[in-house]
């Protein structure tokens, strides 16, 4: 059996041209506030009220935020803020261990590696000097 899997599901349909329905909706919702407000108010009463109603219908009908509506969004940011806050792990104080120190170890006798060493020194410059190279 083939099942036809449906992709792109979380995009909304386009209704009108690029607009989709929501969209359509909060424009609906614009005008019809608009027409109230032109029946209550005079002509530049109503021009100042309807700059801000859609404006802010606008940012309803295409802002989105971190890829969500901004109806969501404000929705989410006002639980996030007024919700109790459950913290999943909180850090404890505890009581710091003395930190142990490492056992001090034996340093070799460092007259005897100097003395080692002015001896070969000593070799190789004798070799230099003579210009006899060792076999290998």
Do not use: C
């Amino acid at each position: 059996m083939i099942f036809n899997i449906p992709q792109f599901i979380d995009k909304e349909d386009k209704i009108v041209g690029p607009i989709t329905a929501k969209q359509l909706g909060w424009m609906f919702g614009a005008g019809a506030i608009l027409l109230v407000v032109w029946n209550l108010l005079d002509t530049t009463a109503f021009y100042m009220a309807a700059v801000p109603i859609v404006g802010i219908t606008l940012a309803f009908a295409f802002y989105r935020p971190y890829n969500q509506s901004l109806a969501s969004f404000i929705y989410f940011t006002f639980l996030f803020l007024f919700r109790e806050k459950i913290y999943v792990w909180k850090r404890v104080q505890t009581k710091e261990l003395p930190i142990k120190k490492a056992p001090a170890q034996k340093k070799p006798d460092q007259n005897l590696e100097a003395r080692m060493n002015n001896q070969k020194i000593e070799e190789i410059s004798k070799l230099l000097d003579t210009n006899i190279h060792p076999v290998k």
